[in-house]
């Protein structure tokens, strides 16, 4: 049981790069979502998912992408990199009501 | 406003003392839950704890109880007996619009740096 899983651990982009971080969960959760960590702060929620085909952005949307064609897999795309998306990525899942939310691993992502 | 404000930014205590993390919450939702995360120097993010708006009793898991005071939005970690390994950022968590079915994201505080002294 591998919980969240997140690809890759580490990354380097140059500004207006695209690339998309991956987040799977093998707990058939519903809900999933990602968020990012800035030095000093809490996590702050980019966008979410309640299932398959059904997304919607949280507090920090703006410069991400996101799809879900399936339960399991939940991606995050940077479409054209910018240095202020520098942070720490956290995806995350659970049911849609869950009592617990589990969190992957963390990305670390700098774009020079 | 804030809707999660955790007034303690560092916190040095004694190891083997009990600890208090504070947590204030602000929603006009009458279904939410409140979590406690620990986030070590690693990283990761380790759930420790979920409370209910509805549920009737404080929440417990092992070293760890949630003070619940509903009346006064305060949602204060407990930590009991504490360890080295408690050396951590703590942070506080809300989720709101559960009554709708559809839950939204965790509004997360700015955490609490807690240094566990020998």
């Known amino acids: 049981n591998a919980g969240v899983t997140q690809t890759p651990k580490f990354q380097v982009l140059k500004t207006g790069q695209s690339m998309t971080l991956q987040c799977a969960q093998d707990m058939n959760h519903e809900y999933m979502s990602w968020y990012r960590q800035d030095p000093g702060m809490g996590l702050r929620l980019i966008h979410y998912?309640?299932?398959?085909?059904?997304?919607d952005q949280g507090e920090v949307p703006n410069g991400y992408n996101v799809s879900r064609s399936t339960t399991e897999d939940f991606p995050l795309r940077l479409l054209s990199a910018a240095p202020s998306q520098t942070s720490v990525y956290f995806c995350?899942?659970?049911?849609?009501?869950?009592?617990?939310?589990?969190f992957g691993e963390g990305s670390w992502l700098t774009v020079v | 406003a804030q809707k999660i404000t955790q007034t303690q930014p560092g916190m040095f205590v004694q190891e083997k003392e009990a600890v208090t993390l504070d947590c204030t919450y602000d929603t006009s939702d009458q279904s939410y839950g409140l979590f406690w995360y620990k986030q070590p120097s690693s990283g990761e993010m380790i759930f420790l704890i979920y409370q209910g708006s509805y549920d009737e009793q404080n929440a417990t898991e092992g070293r760890y109880s949630l003070n619940f005071q509903k009346a006064r939005k305060s949602a204060n970690l407990v930590i009991s007996a504490s360890q080295l390994g408690d050396s951590a950022m703590y942070f506080c968590?809300?989720?709101?619009?559960?009554?709708?079915?559809?839950?939204?994201?965790?509004?997360f505080g700015k955490g609490t740096h807690l240094i566990i002294q020998p």
């Open positions: 995350a899942s659970s049911y849609s009501e869950g009592r617990t939310i589990y």
């Open positions: 998912s309640v299932g398959a085909g059904i997304t």
């Open positions: 968590a809300m989720r709101e619009g559960l009554s709708g079915g559809g839950a939204d994201g965790l509004t």
